[in-house]
């Protein structure tokens, strides 16, 4: 390591964490290291307060991002493997500093053994300094495992998560895996969640999602989902639920009778409409 190439001034970030990951993915440390360095410098000198961090472990890549700043993309394909490329951009908003991580790794033990000592030396350098955890608000990860899911979360700082997107890659989420990660202190300050790609849904899924405030399940399969497991689960959890504004189930399998297209039914205080692939929930004023 050059002793010209300074740590960046962004608490979130460590410096030593970055290493590693670029280390992993064979990049070119000293040249991107550079201008990962002049990009967070730029960002903090500047006020920014968005930061978004991709790591691709499947494709060998890394994104980030920072406000309204162009995208910055280090990737080991090709001979140039410092290239800026300005179409690739993941944005959401994220004040305070906090960031927004996207995860996508082989689904091998070694694998994510590898991820997780890389998030382990992030955690570490973290907990040296007196904070609580990752400094993340938005966790965006691509399994079906549940147990890695809720390895994930334990790192972050409960104070800061809020979203939380799982796709599944058309497997089934087990209400043993659901449990896993649903019974961390994390998952009690999440207050908008995305499933995409379920297979199936587990039977006592929905029951865990009153803390959240907004949902999306986006699934291919609805053939167990039932009109009976819906409005049991509006009137016992979303009627009762103090954060829970907006719902939707998008399906493409799903029994629908026929009168209940582009229909609009209030269960207590949650409004219920039907159309062809698709329900809504919305809480009444």
């Not at 549940?146 to 790192?155: F, K, N, P, R, V």
């Not at 497991?229 to 719902?247: P, R, W």
């Not at 629908?256 to 949650?270: D, E, I, K, Q, R």
Request: a negative charge.
């Amino acid at each position: 390591m050059n002793s010209d190439i300074s740590p960046p001034s962004l608490d979130a970030m460590p410096f030593n964490a970055l290493k590693e990951v670029l280390n992993y993915l064979k990049l070119k440390e000293r040249s991107i290291l550079r201008k990962v360095d002049r990009t967070l410098r730029k960002a903090v000198d500047n006020n920014y307060a968005t930061v978004n961090l991709a790591l691709d472990f499947y494709n060998s890549r890394v994104y980030l991002t920072l406000d309204e700043l162009p995208p910055i993309e280090y990737c080991n394909i090709g001979d140039d493997v410092c290239a800026m490329n300005v179409g690739q951009r993941l944005y959401f908003e994220n004040p305070n500093t906090r960031i927004n991580l996207k995860l996508r790794w082989n689904h091998l033990e070694e694998e994510f053994e590898r991820l997780c000592e890389t998030l382990e030396d992030f955690f570490d350098e973290r907990a040296r300094n007196g904070l609580e955890g990752l400094c993340i608000e938005t966790l965006d990860v691509e399994t079906s495992d549940g147990d890695e899911i809720a390895q994930l979360m334990t790192w972050i700082d409960v104070n800061t998560i809020t979203f939380l997107r799982i796709h599944t890659n058309q497997i089934m989420l087990s209400d043993e895996d659901v449990e896993e990660f649903t019974e961390t202190l994390q998952w009690q300050r999440i207050r908008k969640f995305q499933l995409v790609g379920c297979s199936d849904l587990p039977h006592n899924f929905l029951n865990n999602l009153g803390n959240v405030s907004f949902f999306s399940i986006d699934r291919p399969n609805f053939k167990e989902f039932s009109l009976a497991n819906l409005f049991m689960f509006v009137a016992t959890d979303l009627n009762q639920s103090e954060n829970f504004k907006y719902g939707q189930i998008i399906f493409e399998n799903f029994d629908l009778p026929a009168p209940l297209f582009n229909t609009y039914l209030p269960v207590g205080n949650v409004a219920i409409t039907f159309y062809t692939n698709l329900i809504i929930l919305r809480k009444l004023d």
